[in-house]
Nanobody, 121 residues
Framework: QVQLVESGGGWVQAGGSLRLACTPS????????IGWHRRAPGNQREFQRE???????????NYGDFVLGRFTVSTDYVKNTIFLQMNSLKPEDTAIYLC???????????WGQGTQVTVSS
């Protein structure tokens, strides 16, 4: 199992920035992948999560189509924490941001509790 703890959500005006952090209970280097999804207000089902960014063990990074260069993921292996820097935020970015990680590429994804991001117009 992997426990993940997110932090850094909050409220910001459109055009502002936030930085999210996620710390897993296992070393990031031991995970097949780690990243962020989000779930917009009113979407409670698993299939309604939207990919924000995923980082594979081999260093491959995939961003969701909507990111368009506004978000940047980084990893601090000393702190064992992955960060998501979100700039130029829009009201449509309002969502619960969930950190997810996999021990194996074909295994299940473990999810954190999520952190709320609210962007006002």
């Amino acid at each position: 199992q992997v426990q993940l703890v997110e932090s850094g959500g909050g409220w910001v005006q459109a055009g502002g920035s936030l930085r999210l952090a996620c710390t897993p209970s296992r070393n990031i280097s031991d995970l097949a992948s780690i990243g962020w999804h989000r779930r917009a207000p009113g979407n409670q089902r698993e299939f309604q999560r939207e990919l924000v960014v995923d980082v594979s063990r081999d260093g491959t990074i995939n961003y969701g189509d909507f990111v368009l260069g506004r978000f940047t993921v980084s990893t601090d292996y000393v702190k064992n924490t992955i960060f998501l820097q979100m700039n130029s935020l829009k009201p449509e970015d309002t969502a619960i941001y969930l950190c997810g990680g996999k021990r194996w590429s074909r295994g299940s994804t473990y999810w954190g509790q999520g952190t709320q991001v609210t962007v006002s117009s």
